[in-house]
């Protein structure tokens, strides 16, 4: 059901996702489903009149949603460094009169020429989002753009960041999500094993002491398999409470028993012991193992303190050289 009065209601309504997802010689699959992206743009809470850009032209699809939004006063532009996607989306908006302004450009450099911007959508993930987004956007402007909350693999996540009067960073929200990474985006190097002859079958540490491969190997015996604490969507919640609370020895594994987050440590006699919760299991070297009470009790302490959701984290921006990193702390 649609919200008549609703901005993006109304935009979903008369921007059919179709007309640019569709099955004809010119289709793209979307990296991001038509539900999804309308509700980031319903978090963005583009006015009308607004002055946007959008980083990641993709189908098209985002770009047009959010003329219809901004309206004969408002102005749109979408940059992407694919010029043949740019060209499939301009050919696209000039047939179905969406007044959008396409740019073929490195999106990590904003658009300085259109700017300033009341909001800006990024359609994927940069390793850190720069400071020139921040500096692009009127005071009291915000973004919305994938982030990484850690070097590890499965660090994702939406940020939607307010910026100040100063066009410094302001407040910011962390939610459950995430973009595909832009290119050359990768974060700061971590110590990976993966299981012979399995390369589906890899551990990640934060901190490169040579412990990834005595870890996997523990964690590949797993004697001890129980239910996860936090099945289904709960276990990104968890993730990222986990990633928030930042623990010694947090690692990411891609097991037979699904992938997870969890902790690792050895001991002075070189003994590996490793647990990860995933989405259906907790999964552990042995039923007595270090490492499985250390995760327990961090898994408590998110139950204890009601579980909360991504969003009802703190979020904090880190500045890193030209550029602002996310991260998330405990309520």
Same mark, same amino acid.
């Given at each position: ?16 996702? +179709?007309? *640019? ?5 010119? =289709? ?6 038509a +539900?999804?992206t ?10 009308? !009149?607004?002055?946007?850009l959008e ?10 949603? /959010? ?6 006063v ?24 969406? =007044?959008?302004?396409?740019v ?8 300085p020429?259109? %700017? ?9 993930? @940069? #390793?850190?989002? @720069?400071?020139? &987004?921040?500096?692009?956007?009127? @005071?009291?402007? =915000? ?8 070097a ?28 595909? $990474? ?10 990976? %094993?993966?299981?012979?002859?399995? $390369? ?15 870890l ?12 996860? @604490? ?5 276990? *990104?919640?968890?993730?990222? &409470? ?7 020895? /947090? ?10 987050? !969890? ?6 006699a ?18 007595? #193992?270090?490492?499985?009470? %250390? ?6 302490? &998110? ?7 991504t ?8 500045? %890193? !050289?030209?550029? &602002? ?7």
């Open positions: 059901m649609t919200d008549r009065d609703n901005p993006v209601d109304r935009a979903a309504e008369s921007v059919p996702a +179709a007309r *640019f997802h569709g099955a004809d010689g010119r =289709a793209v699959r979307p990296c991001t489903p +539900a999804v309308l509700r980031h743009i319903r978090m963005l809470d583009v006015p009308s !009149g607004a002055e946007v980083i990641g032209t993709g189908s098209g699809y985002s770009a047009a949603l /959010l003329a219809h939004i901004v309206g004969p408002g102005h749109v532009t979408t940059v992407d460094n694919n010029a043949d996607l740019s060209k499939r989306a301009e050919t696209l908006y000039a047939e179905h009169g969406h =007044a959008v302004e396409t073929v450009a490195d999106g990590i450099l904003g658009h020429p259109n %700017a300033p911007y009341d909001r800006i959508l990024v359609g994927t993930t @940069p #390793s850190a989002p @720069p400071d020139a &987004w921040l500096r692009q956007l009127r @005071p009291g402007g =915000a973004i919305l753009t994938g982030v990484r909350l850690s590890l693999p499965g660090a994702y996540a939406i940020a939607h960041i307010t910026v100040g009067d100063d066009r410094g960073p302001g407040r910011v929200t962390v939610h459950h999500g995430g973009y595909t $990474p832009m290119t050359g985006s990768d974060p700061a190097p971590t110590a990976q %094993a993966t299981a012979p002859g399995r $390369p589906d079958v890899v551990l990640t540490t934060l901190t490169d002491d040579g412990s990834a491969e005595a996997l190997t523990a964690l590949r015996k797993h004697p001890h398999t129980e239910p996860s @604490p936090a099945p289904g969507d709960d276990y *990104f919640h968890l993730k990222n &409470w986990l990633l928030a609370t930042n623990p010694g020895g /947090l690692l990411e594994a891609a097991l037979d028993d699904g992938v997870g987050i !969890g902790i690792g440590s050895r001991t002075p070189g003994t590996a012991h490793a647990a990860v919760a995933t989405d259906r299991f907790l999964v552990a070297d042995a039923p007595e #193992s270090p490492a499985l009470d %250390a995760l327990r009790t961090l898994i408590r302490q &998110w139950h204890d303190h009601g579980s909360p959701r969003h009802e984290l703190r979020g904090r921006l880190e500045r %890193a !050289g030209d550029a &602002w990193r996310v991260r998330l702390a405990r309520p």
